[in-house]
């Protein structure tokens, strides 16, 4: 399928970007709370994050375990074309500040397959096909996710071969969108060269690729934030890439005692710290390989940013 249609993503302020511009309404609004998981208002708390999302066929991520997060209306992400008010709450995507939109379709996977390694970004597929990049510190678990993502326990061994490291892989799915696995980042044991290479090696892909729909940027949530993903997270937001933070491991949960925090508190200090590089809060998602936790809610999100993508 031949797509014509880029987003014009880089050619506008950040306050007016498609993805950004129903947000602004919030900064006006009085400020209440919403729980991701169980919307709390009593005239619909039959409303939950999981039991209303359209396209959601696996609810295995469904966990009474996890905690419920509070959000308040203006740290939401309400995705392009979607209004929400102060009196109707709206619907969230479960451990996230994620809205859900009337895009939220066909967001399972049912095929994939490894498509290419490219050196550079003119070397990637142009089949104008929308992409969403995986990119994070070596060892965040963006393998895992990509293959917790695909349903498939080896596809993303593929990126990993000698040689493919340092590549953008692409993976087509459902032969109508690409998963991108990028290079991961911040070798401790690299030599210097290496570990600031994702500067040289992908700037130009997030800066270049037109069908570049959100970069997911992968942040190890059972850890403080380190400054490498802050520095990342930074620099996509000053130049206006759309970014969606991937907080992973939230399955871990390290002992108090130990001066540990838990992943919800380390993914409420990494808002704080990169709120300044942001005009509006960035969409996040809380995921775990082990538990399955946020996959089907990341696939939900891509779904409603593609279908959105492909209309405009
Ligand atoms: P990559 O280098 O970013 O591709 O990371 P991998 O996917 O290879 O994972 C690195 C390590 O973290 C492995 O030991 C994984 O088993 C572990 N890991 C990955 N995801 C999770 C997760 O969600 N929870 C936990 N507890 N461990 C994980």
């Given at each position: 399928?031949?797509?014509?249609?880029?987003?014009?993503?880089?050619?506008i302020?950040?306050?007016q970007?498609?993805?950004?511009?129903t947000?602004?309404?919030?900064?006006?609004?009085?400020?209440?709370?919403?729980?991701?998981t169980?919307?709390?208002?009593?005239?619909?708390?039959?409303?939950?994050?999981?039991?209303?999302?359209?396209?959601?066929?696996?609810?295995?991520?469904?966990?009474?375990?996890?905690?419920?997060?509070?959000?308040?209306?203006?740290?939401?992400?309400?995705?392009?074309?979607?209004e929400?008010?102060?009196?109707?709450?709206?619907?969230?995507?479960?451990?996230?500040?994620?809205?859900?939109?009337?895009?939220a379709?066909?967001?399972?996977?049912?095929?994939?397959?490894?498509?290419?390694s490219?050196?550079?970004?003119?070397?990637?597929?142009s089949?104008?096909?929308?992409?969403?990049?995986?990119?994070?510190?070596?060892?965040v678990?963006?393998?895992?996710?990509?293959?917790?993502?695909?349903?498939?326990?080896?596809?993303?061994?593929?990126?990993?071969?000698?040689?493919?490291?340092?590549?953008?892989?692409?993976?087509?799915?459902?032969?109508?969108?690409?998963?991108?696995?990028?290079?991961?980042?911040?070798?401790?044991?690299?030599?210097?060269?290496?570990?600031?290479?994702?500067?040289?090696?992908?700037?130009?892909?997030?800066?270049?690729?037109?069908?570049?729909?959100?970069?997911?940027?992968?942040?190890?949530?059972?850890?403080?934030?380190?400054?490498?993903?802050?520095?990342?997270?930074?620099?996509?937001?000053?130049?206006?890439?759309?970014?969606?933070?991937?907080?992973?491991?939230?399955?871990?949960?390290?002992?108090?005692?130990?001066?540990g925090?838990?992943?919800?508190?380390?993914?409420?200090?990494?808002?704080?710290?990169?709120?300044?590089?942001?005009?509006?809060?960035?969409?996040?998602?809380?995921?775990?390989?082990?538990?399955?936790?946020?996959r089907?809610?990341?696939?939900?999100?891509?779904?409603?940013?593609?279908?959105?993508?492909?209309?405009?």
């Amino acid at each position: 399928m031949l797509i014509t249609h880029y987003l014009p993503r880089l050619s506008i302020p950040i306050c007016q970007s498609p993805f950004f511009h129903t947000q602004i309404f919030f900064f006006t609004k009085p400020k209440f709370s919403v729980s991701s998981t169980l919307i709390s208002p009593p005239k619909i708390s039959h409303f939950s994050s999981t039991s209303t999302i359209p396209s959601l066929t696996h609810q295995e991520t469904t966990n009474s375990e996890e905690p419920h997060l509070q959000i308040s209306l203006e740290k939401l992400f309400v995705p392009p074309d979607t209004e929400i008010s102060a009196t109707d709450v709206p619907r969230i995507l479960k451990g996230s500040n994620i809205v859900v939109s009337k895009y939220a379709r066909d967001a399972q996977i049912s095929q994939a397959e490894f498509i290419k390694s490219s050196v550079d970004t003119e070397s990637c597929p142009s089949d104008g096909a929308p992409e969403f990049a995986l990119v994070g510190r070596s060892n965040v678990g963006k393998s895992s996710l990509l293959n917790s993502l695909v349903r498939r326990k080896k596809l993303a061994l593929t990126s990993k071969k000698p040689g493919k490291t340092q590549c953008i892989n692409h993976f087509r799915i459902n032969d109508s969108w690409y998963l991108v696995d990028l290079p991961g980042f911040g070798y401790a044991s690299a030599p210097k060269e290496l570990r600031t290479d994702w500067a040289k090696f992908t700037k130009d892909y997030f800066l270049n690729r037109s069908t570049l729909v959100s970069v997911f940027l992968l942040i190890d949530a059972s850890i403080p934030a380190k400054k490498i993903d802050l520095e990342y997270a930074s620099w996509l937001g000053q130049n206006q890439i759309p970014m969606t933070l991937v907080f992973t491991k939230c399955d871990k949960r390290k002992k108090k005692k130990n001066g540990g925090k838990p992943p919800e508190e380390n993914v409420q200090d990494f808002q704080e710290l990169i709120q300044e590089f942001f005009q509006a809060a960035p969409p996040w998602i809380m995921t775990s390989s082990v538990t399955n936790q946020g996959r089907d809610e990341i696939l939900l999100h891509m779904a409603q940013l593609r279908n959105y993508w492909l209309k405009h």
